[in-house]
């Protein structure tokens, strides 16, 4: 059975940090690029940042680029996304699936459940 189990989320202040972990497994981890992904409420689903199979290459989106971090640990099966200076408008539920990494996310194959992160004070 595949499995993309998202942690980490909760409730942070403005500028606040947090960091998402999601573990992955019933697949063959390292011959996938990863991707964080993020629904709010009223807005389209949006690609935050992902990493390719290798943990070579990155993309983050402009709203989050020199706030958010993607990197992998591929023995421990997992992807994290430590995420700095938290504003409202972060404020979604984040999922992480499989993906395409190139100009943008492309969510493909396998979807995990979300975590939900609400920024406010």
């Known amino acids: 059975e595949v499995q993309l189990q998202a942690s980490g989320g909760g409730l942070v202040q403005p500028g606040g940090s947090l960091r998402l972990s999601c573990v992955a497994s019933?697949?063959?981890?390292?011959?996938?690029?990863i991707g964080w992904f993020r629904q709010a409420p009223g807005k389209e689903r949006e690609g935050v940042s992902c990493?390719?199979?290798?943990?070579?290459?990155?993309y983050s989106a402009g709203s989050v680029k020199g706030r958010f971090t993607i990197s992998r640990d591929n023995a421990k099966s997992t992807v994290y996304l430590q995420m700095n200076s938290l504003k409202p408008e972060d404020t979604a539920v984040y999922y992480c699936?499989?993906?395409?990494?190139?100009?943008?996310?492309?969510?493909?194959?396998?979807r995990g459940q979300g975590t939900l992160v609400t920024v406010s004070s």
């Open positions: 019933g697949f063959t981890f390292d011959d996938y690029g």
């Open positions: 699936a499989t993906a395409d990494v190139g100009f943008g996310c492309l969510e493909k194959d396998y």
């Open positions: 990493i390719t199979s290798s943990g070579g290459s990155t």
